[in-house]
């Protein structure tokens, strides 16, 4: 397992060079650079008509010095720019010099907070850490043992009601929940239960403890439940179908000629396997959860998380904010499925990487 392990970690190297690569491309090519967005705020013009204007880029690989100098700006101030951005350099060399400092988690300066990216993270981080940790935990605290009944009631009306209200919860998007829970419990236009903005009140700090714990439920009630509202149908439709498919097993069937009763057959032989999917599917929804799916839900509730920093970045073209966080992403869910495939092992300890990839 150790030998796994360490394959594993080596390959999450050109795994992360590879997806930051790919979007260094891309983010270059795109129109609307950083010097643009500050060019454009300097004639009081928006970024959309300064890249209107420029036809080009937003850098110096992509854009021209007599585009923006068409437009009236002094070359010597465009050079400045250029050299503070270090957009002097090629674009090898700025990646370059990013990876290198990124392997010590060094993410450098926003362009436009004049912040370390790394302390903007730091700031943001609680808000997506609580909506993803909270809306995962109610998924599955409500999912899996929904999908479990509905597998030992198969065809039964309980399995038919409750089929029909998740794949109505997965149809409905996020965003349009969270809108419909504002306007019935948050003072839209029925009741006054919750608050709409943050996960505080404005005198947070003056309260016990145990008021501060409510205050911070009483928060987040709302923008858990639109987060999570999505994922239900996915989590019990899975959780179901894998226990009818070794429900009907024939080890299932010998267990019972023994004498087992359901529930030792249940929880002694089928929960183990019947799990191992379910567990595969963990990284992917935290990682869904927490980075993701969280962004309008953000914007709707006035929450300041890492899902609407990074909007905010790449409107702005602010690079190192862009970069940091998508490291950042890439890095947690590489370690997430190593995670994952970990506790296959611990679930399921026939499992073996070593002998499978010998």
Do not use: C
Not at 17 to 27: H, R
Not at 156 to 183: C, E, H, K, N, Q
Not at 230 to 249: Q, R, Y
């Amino acid at each position: 397992m150790a030998a796994y392990i360490l394959r594993r970690m080596l390959l999450m190297v050109p795994t992360l060079l590879g997806i930051m690569l790919l979007n260094f491309v891309i983010v270059q090519a795109a129109p609307g650079g950083p010097i643009d967005q500050i060019i454009a705020r300097y004639q009081g013009l928006d970024s959309n008509s300064s890249t209107r204007l420029d036809g080009g880029g937003g850098d110096p690989s992509s854009g021209t010095q007599a585009s923006r100098g068409s437009r009236g700006v002094d070359p010597r101030f465009i050079a400045q720019l250029e050299e503070q951005f270090g957009f002097d350099e090629p674009p090898y060399q700025r990646f370059l010099g990013m990876i290198g400092d990124y392997a010590t988690f060094d993410f450098g300066d926003s362009f436009f907070r004049g912040r370390p990216v790394v302390d903007l993270i730091l700031e943001r981080l609680p808000v997506s850490i609580s909506l993803g940790l909270w809306s995962t935990l109610l998924v599955y605290l409500i999912s899996i043992p929904m999908g479990i009944r509905k597998a030992l009631h198969h065809g039964s009306r309980f399995d038919v009601w409750t089929s029909g209200l998740v794949i109505v919860g997965y149809a409905i998007p996020g965003f349009l929940f969270a809108i419909l829970l504002i306007v019935l419990f948050a003072g839209g236009s029925y009741f006054d239960l919750f608050p709409l903005r943050g996960l505080t009140s404005a005198n947070f700090d003056e309260l016990s403890p145990l008021a501060k714990v409510g205050d911070y439920l009483w928060h987040i009630t709302l923008p858990v439940i639109a987060t999570a509202i999505g994922s239900f149908a996915t989590l019990t439709m899975l959780t179901k179908n894998s226990f009818l498919d070794e429900i009907h097993k024939q080890y299932v069937l010998t267990a019972r000629a023994k004498g087992a009763s359901d529930r030792g057959v249940l929880y002694g032989h089928v929960f183990r396997n019947a799990m191992l999917l379910i567990i595969a599917g963990l990284p992917a929804a935290l990682v869904g959860i927490f980075f993701t799916g969280s962004l309008l839900i953000e914007v709707i509730f006035s929450l300041n998380g890492l899902g609407l920093l990074g909007f905010e970045a790449v409107m702005q073209r602010d690079y190192p904010v862009i970069f940091g966080t998508l490291y950042l992403y890439t890095l947690i869910g590489l370690i997430l499925k190593l995670i994952s495939d970990l506790t296959y092992v611990w679930v399921d300890p026939r499992i073996d990487f070593d002998t499978r990839e010998a």
